[in-house]
């Protein structure tokens, strides 16, 4: 397969591009670095793959760049990451970033892949983030989503201008629904990244609110996996489908995991809680089963401990 993979400098893209590589793929990299964080780990995000043979890396904008040209490279498969993640900081002036980069993205992409016509499949980066303070656990696809956050308005957005491409194009779209992703390269904005930090420096950690809060983690390895497998599948596939972690904990419970899995005493601060922070997800994940045969196979602490080694290599 030879797949375009965008947002391939940031965390979920570059664990792709490099997975997809490493299995034999072509892969066309695209991504504009960014300035939401720094440079240089967008970079080193990059550097883990490039050089393996197949892989082109260009760093352009989705929201300028000629689409159709990259797409007539010979394209299978898109791998749509590229976004401006970020439940937080996605109120106030910001918000147009994030429908830049969430939504008008996403449709200019669409739009270039109908005109394309030769995509087996459009793989598209949605968010637990949809459901906002869902009225059920573990929560299904066929819930009405009801954001709780700007950003999770751009995620909902994006999944259903890819859903009606599919549905008056014939477009073969699929968007994953990822809960909380953690792992090597995971964001520097992050809680695992931060709270990790944290662990090996001495540095206190800052807790929003009670730490009560419950997210159903999921490592980033299981997620490409569920990708590549989507990418593959001849089958038509589902229109939206969960990525759920299965270890659905409080941030208070990974705090005593990361106190086990690297030995440290933690300083834990409690402070404000954060508007657009939702008490709980957790997500189905059958659908992703039928469909792909796909589990997730990473516990927490085993996620956790892969996690760390690579902050202490990276520090
Ligand atoms: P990330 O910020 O590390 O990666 C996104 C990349 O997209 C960045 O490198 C950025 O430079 C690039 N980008 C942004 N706008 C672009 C544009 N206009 N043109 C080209 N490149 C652009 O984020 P991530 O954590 O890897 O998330 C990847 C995707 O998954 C995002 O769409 C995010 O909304 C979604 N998602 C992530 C999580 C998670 O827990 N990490 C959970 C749910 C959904
Ligand atoms: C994450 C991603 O950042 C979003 O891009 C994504 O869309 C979302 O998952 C999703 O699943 O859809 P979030 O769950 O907030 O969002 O992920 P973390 O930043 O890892 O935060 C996890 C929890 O830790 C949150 O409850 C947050 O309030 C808390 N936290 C985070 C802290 O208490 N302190 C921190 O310093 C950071």
């Given at each position: 397969m030879k797949a375009l993979v965008t947002g391939a400098a940031g965390f979920v893209g570059s664990t792709?591009?490099?997975?997809?590589?490493?299995?034999?793929?072509g892969v066309l990299a695209i991504d504009n670095l960014s300035s939401y964080y720094d440079r240089p780990?967008?970079?080193?995000n990059v550097e883990s793959y490039s050089a393996l043979p197949g892989a082109t890396f260009i760093e352009a904008d989705l929201n300028t760049v000629d689409l159709d040209a990259l797409l007539s490279d010979g394209i299978d498969?898109?791998?749509?990451?590229?976004?401006?993640?970020?439940?937080?900081g996605s109120w106030g002036q910001d918000f147009a970033l994030y429908t830049r980069a969430n939504v008008d993205a996403t449709q200019?992409?669409?739009e270039a892949s109908m005109r394309y016509g030769k995509l087996q499949r459009f793989v598209y980066a949605s968010s637990s983030s949809v459901y906002g303070q869902a009225e059920t656990y573990p929560t299904t696809e066929t819930m009405l989503p009801q954001p709780f956050s700007p950003y999770g308005v751009t995620k909902l957005a994006g999944e259903h201008l890819t859903g009606l491409y599919r549905a008056n194009y014939d477009l073969p779209t699929v968007a994953f629904r990822f809960f909380t992703v953690y792992g090597p390269a995971q964001r520097p904005d992050m809680a695992f990244t931060r709270f990790l930090r944290a662990a090996a420096s001495g540095a206190p950690i800052s807790i929003y609110g009670t730490g009560e809060q419950v997210r159903d983690f999921t490592f980033v390895d299981d997620v490409v996996s569920a990708l590549t497998l989507s990418g593959?599948?001849?089958?038509?596939?589902?229109?939206?489908?969960?990525?759920?972690?299965?270890?659905?904990?409080?941030?208070?419970?990974v705090l005593d995991t990361i106190r086990d899995v690297s030995g440290k005493n933690l300083v834990v601060d409690y402070v404000d809680a954060v508007k657009?922070?939702?008490?709980?997800?957790g997500g189905d994940s059958s659908l992703a089963l039928t469909s792909l045969g796909w589990a997730p196979q990473t516990s927490l602490s085993e996620g956790l401990k892969r996690h760390f080694d690579w902050i202490l290599a990276t520090q």
């Open positions: 792709l591009s490099r997975r997809l590589l490493e299995q034999g793929h780990l967008k970079t080193r498969v898109v791998f749509h990451l590229a976004g401006q993640p970020g439940i937080r200019r992409l669409l593959q599948s001849p089958k038509a596939l589902p229109p939206v489908m969960n990525l759920s972690g299965g270890s659905s904990v409080s941030v208070n419970e657009g922070d939702v008490t709980r997800t």
